[in-house]
Structures are given as C-alpha cells and as structure tokens.
C-alpha cells in the first residue's frame, strides 16, 4: 500500500524507533508498520531460525517488507538468491563513511546502508598509553605485569564470554579466513585471551555457575546477558589505566572524561582527556573492525522504494544521527562530531588523536552468530581446561561444517 511503509528487523532498534517519531511529523499521511522479529512478550516468543525462516519463505515469494534491516540475517544468502535491490542509483550515499559503504558492496552493486556502527577501541589517558595496547599479546604482558598494582585493565563484572565477544570480532577475520576456519589462528588467539583472561580472574559460565551452587547469586547466564562489552566504566571511576570498548553509542564518549578525587575521597569532574586506538586483533598488521548496524535493505521488486529510500536518508540526517539515546554509533562524519558536542554539553572530554581518522582506518567484520557462539563455546571450556588446544579447534571444526551444510 503506498500510504503505508513496512520495516522489518530481526531485533529492536532505537534509531528505527526515533527515525518513526520523526517520520510521522514529516508525514503523517504515511503510515509505518514496524515489525520486530524477535520479541519478549510472553506467549509470542519464537525462535531465532523460525523467524528467519519465515522472512525467507517471504522474500522469496515477493512478499517481504518495503525496508529490511539486516542485523542478524544472512546477507549473502539474500544477494546470492537476488533477493535484495542494488540501491547504488537510488539515492546519493556520499554522507557514509566509505568503509562503511563498502561493508555491503559486491562487484555487482551496493545492497545495505549500515545507518549505524560498533567500533572496537582501546584507549587511556595520553599520558599512560603505550606500544603494548596495540597489540593482543601487549594488551596480555601489561595485564599481567600490573596485576598487583593499579592494572592497565580490570573488568568487573565480567565472565570469560564478556572477556572473549569483546576481543573475538578483531579477530575473527584472520580464524575464518575467507570463510574457513584457521585454527593455528584461533590457537594463538585463544592463548592470548586466555592470559587477559586470567589476569583478570574471570570465570566462565560454567565455572560461576558450580560457585554459586549454594548462594543467592544469580545465574552465570543471566549475568553474561546484563553485562559486558568493555570495560570504559572502570576506566571512568579511576579503576584501571586502559579500556578496551565495543563503541556502540555516542553517549559511551561520557566514560572519556576524568573521575579525579580528592584528599577525602570526593569526586570531582575535569574534562578529560583520552588517546583511542582500534582494539587489537591476534594479526598485528590488522587495522582493526568495526561492525556495521542498522543496515537498511530494500528487497526486490518493492512497491514502496522511494519511500522506503527516503526513510534510510532520514535515518543518516545529522538530527537522527546525532540524537541521544542511540543503539548505534553515526556512520557520517558530520552526525558523529554533532553527537559528541553534545554528549561535551554536559560531560566534557578532549580526544588526543583524531577520531575520525581512527574510525576511518576500520574494516568491517559480518561475525556469524552461529560460528562465534561455537567458538566461544570452545574456547570457554579450554580456558577451564575441559578440552585441549586440538579438542577446542575439533569443536570448532564441527560446528563449521554443520553451519556449512545447513547454507547449502
């Protein structure tokens, strides 16, 4: 219908949600029907593969939404099958940063705006920052030679999964290479985490799980869900000298600004001042990842295009992009300095080096879920010493080629 436009995501998303609010002011003749895939509301609850099943019975029968959002999805089964518009003509996409762009880019066409991003970083005061936080196996000795002074690094809460989702997508370029798995890779990836890991003293799932058979505490499952994903706010309450974050928001730029306390303790608030570089992968000449989100597809053969374009357009305007409360970090240059001005309003912090330079640099890294859980899987139960080094890159091997099988 062309006075209505459908949008379809796996999972929520606050920028669809704010996009919406100001789409209705633009155009209130237009109604937008927003469908979640995946939801919480009790006796409504399906299954990840049975949604994505669905959606593809859909796509296939021409029968899919006017926008699509990709997160979670398989895109390159959707391109292969050409299930998805070539948008390359359809609209001027300059404002996305290039690499980007690209992260949806085949030879034959562009088939998704990523409206938003997750950039993996390190980063501490320019003052303590060195060589070794450019490196896996750095990042590992620092942590291990301050582990009985103010550490470089401490993450609390966090279990070993936190530990392994937050250092595994640097790296998961060089353990699925060209889509095979790697295990010299992910061997000596796994020893260098392991070492963060322990010099941390975190637990896995299993392991806070057998501790706190007979506490009050809760489930090491429920704690892996609340938490994780870096550890900034130690940085931030002066727990550590360095942090290593999934930048997903720009409000996550409040954790930059210095915590000094006084004589007696008492907080106060400077601005701060903070020098970032990309999270190390287990290839040091890497440059490091980001993930792209929010990334708005249009399937093929859509009725409602230029309306469906039109949302992606206002999605990647300066006042979306730069609004509060996001899920996603702005893909425009212009939408990130607008958001960190305004998270400086109230919170202010100086980056030593330059940002844009930094996010510049990035590659896109597409982890698949399935492969990563199975990864992170084994590595927990190598970390505890369950399996050995050749057992865990089995597991891994196993899960590959299932995952293979169920993509034919």
Known sequence: MKNT????????????????????????????????????????????????????????????????????????????????????????????????????????????????????????????VDERMQ????????????????????????????LFDLFYPASSGSIWRDGVFQPDAFTDFTRQLNRIAHAAGAQTIQTYNSAAEDTQSASGEALYSTFGFGNLNSFWNG????????????????????????????????????????????DASGTGVFEPLCAAALPAGGSNQELAVEFIQLMLSDKMQSAAGLDVLPVTQSGLAAALDRVRETDPFTISNDEDALINCLT??????????????????????????????DAVKNAAALRLAEQQ
């Open 5 to 128: 436009l459908t949008i379809f995501s796996l999972e929520e998303s606050a920028l669809i949600r704010q996009t919406i609010a100001a789409w209705n002011t633009l155009h209130p003749e237009v109604r937008v029907e927003y469908t979640v895939g995946l939801t919480s509301t009790e006796g409504t609850a399906a299954t990840r593969e049975d949604v994505v099943r669905q959606l593809n019975t859909r796509l296939l029968a021409g029968d899919g939404p006017d926008l699509l959002i990709l997160d979670g999805l398989s895109a390159n089964f959707m391109i292969r099958q050409g299930l998805l518009t070539d948008l390359t003509s359809l609209a001027d996409w300059s404002a996305v940063r290039d690499n980007v762009l690209a992260s949806y880019a085949t030879e034959d066409g562009l088939y998704a705006i990523p409206a938003g991003m997750r950039a993996y970083i390190t980063g501490g005061r320019p003052s303590t």
């Open 135 to 162: 490196t896996l196996e750095g990042i590992a000795s620092a942590m291990e030679e301050t582990s009985g002074e103010l550490p470089c690094m401490t993450f609390s809460p966090a279990l070993y999964e936190h």
């Open 239 to 282: 727990e550590c000298l360095w942090f290593a974050e999934s930048w997903e928001s720009a409000d996550q730029a409040i954790g930059f600004g210095t915590l000094e306390r006084d004589a007696d303790g008492r907080a106060s608030y400077s601005a701060g001042e903070v020098t970032l570089f990309p999270l190390p992968g287990v």
């Open 364 to 393: 896109a890294v597409l982890p698949d879920e399935v492969l990563q859980q199975a990864a992170r899987e084994a590595a927990a139960q190598l970390y505890d010493g369950t399996l050995t080094e050749s057992e865990a890159c």
